[in-house]
């Protein structure tokens, strides 16, 4: 499950404990891409996420406070529910993590044409 805010990852752990292991907000599970060896051709992705839990078990036992750094002072993705126009363009600025996401979960999922923000182009058009 992935969350836009550590927040709504606290509360689903909150609510449902178990999930915990393979709950994420966007920017926590990007952040492990360089730490985590990509997911490999034979591996489900129910074992790959188990390997991203345990580089986050790892991580936070060493520093003490949770994941990697993910080069920004909050894990958050702003909700732009019922905001002006612009505000919501401001929200493309996650579009790369879900790129990101969907490369690290699904490798090779993305042709070079898909990826690198443009993934909702087409549907923009």
């Known amino acids: 499950m992935l969350g836009m805010a550590r927040q709504d990852v606290e ?4 609510l449902a404990p178990h999930v915990w292991p393979s709950t994420f907000s966007l920017k926590e599970i990007v952040s492990y891409d360089r730490p985590v060896p990509g997911r490999r051709p034979e591996e489900s992705l129910r074992g790959f996420v188990a390997r991203v839990h345990e580089a986050r078990s790892q991580a936070t036992a060493r520093s003490a406070g949770g994941p990697p750094d993910s080069g920004d002072a909050g894990d ?3 909700d732009q529910m019922g905001y002006s126009h612009e505000a ?3 929200m493309t600025d996650a579009v790369p ?3 990101r996401t969907v490369a690290f979960l699904w490798p090779g999922s993305l042709s070079p044409a898909r990826s690198a923000g443009r993934v909702f182009d087409d549907a923009m058009a």
């Open 11 to 14: 509360a689903a752990a909150h």
């Open 76 to 78: 958050y993705v702003s």
């Open 88 to 90: 919501c363009e401001r």
């Open 97 to 99: 993590l879900i790129d």
